[in-house]
């Protein structure tokens, strides 16, 4: 988390666009089969929720 307040809003939004492609991907291939790591899709929408916190929060602070 305290990677996330030393990123720009840029990088933070890039890092957002790579995760939900890395989730979109991780539930087409558990679609066709059963995944062993089923905690992954759960850390990276973790990921997800930390990145649009921080967006959200500077968002806040800015108006």
């Given at each position: 988390?305290?990677?996330?307040?030393?990123?720009?809003?840029?990088?933070?939004?890039?890092?957002?666009?790579?995760?939900?492609?890395?989730?979109?991907?991780?539930r087409?291939?558990?679609?066709?089969?059963?995944?062993?790591?089923?905690?992954?899709?759960?850390?990276?929408?973790?990921?997800?929720?930390?990145?649009?916190?921080?967006?959200?929060?500077?968002?806040?602070?800015?108006?």
């Amino acid at each position: 988390m305290k990677d996330l307040q030393k990123k720009s809003v840029a990088d933070l939004e890039k890092t957002l666009k790579e995760k939900r492609e890395e989730l979109r991907s991780f539930r087409f291939a558990s679609a066709g089969s059963r995944t062993r790591n089923v905690r992954e899709g759960r850390n990276t929408r973790r990921d997800i929720a930390h990145i649009l916190t921080e967006l959200n929060r500077r968002a806040q602070r800015t108006e």
